[in-house]
């Protein structure tokens, strides 16, 4: 898959800005959501750090590293989607995984 392919998926997938996921990164809720490694962050919590790098970075700058994570990204979003729980799900675990990948389902 080309850089190009990696990029649009992930355009597909995040539907928030730099700054709501920066700001939503801030939250109690945020920090709370996801599997934690071994220094206490959640993969989701270090990977939406590293969502708000990419897009502010622009297209011509982008890294096969970036496009590696961007298609991680994308696939997380999409596979996370599958499993969306029945009911509300305003407050949920699920939802606050989701947006720490920069998806809000909400939206």
Sequence with gaps: ?????????????VNMTAKELEDWLKTDESRSAGQKDGGGESTGHASGRRIVELLRTKKADLTEKDHQHMAKVA????????QRPSGDVKDTKWRHSLMNWGHDPLK
Excluded at 1 to 13: I, T
Excluded at 75 to 82: D, K, N, Q
């Design 1 to 13: 898959m080309s850089g190009d392919d990696r990029a649009a998926e992930f355009g597909e997938a």
């Design 75 to 82: 696939g997380y979003v999409h596979r996370h989607l599958a």
